[in-house]
């Protein structure tokens, strides 16, 4: 990810590297997909270049916010998920990514307020998605966040259908002493995925296997489940050369490589994962 490159610039780049599905972050002001027209376009570049739609990811706002005690904002936060997915369907896509609320702190009683709005949204949203052949995908955040007891408390108490989980490595393990407690409850959900690493504290982003997340644990777990979802990066070149720039970068992570460099190890991680996917899905056919 590298929001500093022209759209179709960072396409093209993305295929030339050998991936075959791509993803859309938040940034509306990259990819501003509430335009109809440009929608079409950029579905019309990647089918050209032969990328597949994986996810669009919603926009990101404090007021974004599905779990709102004020019926505006909630309102807001529908329709926007809504546009979502709808672009989503556009495009031929597969899933829309969205935080269920973008609140770092919250007490026990105010979780308790906001499950039950949560949950009348995400029904809407997920019925709303399935007619359109759309998966609804809620997104964990940073471990330490209030947010996690919410989403936890939601997956919970939620019994209907259409709403899935896009799994984050990043945000689980941050300050986490047993991530894969909560992917192992949470497996079955799983539609797709924010691949990327860090050192088990900050939200670094880095290339998957660069860090301490352990992915080849993660992609036998998937190979061994009934995943049938693509394997999606979300490292972010951009976040590591703002790092490096004004220091606050790790002491251990990598070096910034060249675009096409840092595409390409990109590239090789995500077949390393995918490879021990396959293998662990082949083991449990042999063995029944």
């Known amino acids: 990810m ?8 960072l396409l093209k780049h993305i295929r030339r590297a050998g991936f075959e599905a791509v993803a859309f972050g938040h940034k509306t002001t990259h990819f501003p997909y ?46 926007t998920c809504k546009l979502t997915i ?3 369907q556009e495009m031929g896509g597969r899933a829309i990514t969205v935080h269920l609320c973008n609140k770092e702190r919250m007490t026990e009683s105010e979780i308790e307020t906001r499950v039950p709005i949560a949950l009348a949204s995400i029904k809407e949203l997920g019925d709303y998605a399935a007619e359109r052949e759309v998966f609804f995908c809620l997104e ?17 108490a939620y019994e209907g259908n259409n709403v899935y989980l ?33 050192y088990g504290d900050r939200d670094l982003h880095l290339t998957p296997y660069a860090g301490t997340f352990d992915f080849d ?3 036998r777990m998937l190979g061994e489940s009934s995943y049938d979802g693509n394997v999606m990066l979300e ?42 996917i396959l293998e662990a899905r082949q083991v449990k056919l042999k063995t029944g």
């Open 34 to 79: 509430y335009e109809r027209e440009r929608v079409v376009e950029v579905a019309e570049l990647c089918t050209k270049l032969g990328l597949f739609v994986d996810y669009i990811h919603t926009p990101i706002d404090l007021f974004l916010d599905l779990s709102a005690e004020n019926e505006h904002a909630r309102q807001a936060t529908l329709d």
């Open 217 to 219: 644990r993660l992609a």
């Open 2 to 9: 590298d929001y500093t490159y022209p759209l179709e610039t």
């Open 140 to 156: 964990n955040l940073p471990y330490r966040f209030s947010y996690h007891r919410i989403l936890e408390a939601v997956f919970e």
């Open 166 to 198: 896009c799994l984050d490595t990043c945000h689980i393990s941050m300050g986490n002493p047993d991530s894969f407690k909560f992917i192992e409850k949470y497996l079955h959900l799983i539609k797709t995925v924010h691949l990327s690493d860090n």
């Open 235 to 276: 490292n972010s070149r951009e976040a590591a050369t703002k790092r490096f720039l004004t220091g606050q970068n790790s002491p251990r992570e990598p070096h910034i490589l060249e675009l096409d460099d840092y595409l390409m190890k990109s590239y090789l991680a995500a077949k390393r994962f995918q490879l021990t």
């Open 86 to 88: 709808d672009a989503v």
